[in-house]
């Protein structure tokens, strides 16, 4: 799998989005590297008491997009 554009590490997780938006985990390897071999769709690793976590980390993913796409393509006006 390639390397996504956009990605956070937390707690020996990593929080990327696909191609089309869509945030999936991959495990953090004890050197730091990311492990984007083994990735998973989070659906198949929630459990019940990490759910509001794994939703806030994706939110924060969300907007570090969105604010990189902002700073790179759109003009600001005055």
């Known amino acids: 799998m390639p390397i996504p554009d956009f990605y956070l590490v937390a707690d020996g997780n990593a929080y990327a989005l696909d ?3 869509i945030a999936f ?3 953090v390897n004890k050197d ?3 492990d984007w071999e083994h990735s998973y769709d989070f659906s198949d690793h929630l459990e019940e008491d990490e759910l509001e976590y794994i939703a806030h980390m994706c939110q924060n ?3 570090a997009q969105a604010l990189t796409h902002e ?3 759109e ?3 005055k």
């Open 19 to 21: 191609d089309n938006g």
């Open 25 to 27: 985990g991959a495990p």
């Open 32 to 34: 730091n590297s990311v």
């Open 61 to 63: 993913l969300k907007q």
């Open 71 to 73: 700073f790179h393509h």
């Open 75 to 77: 003009v600001f006006v």
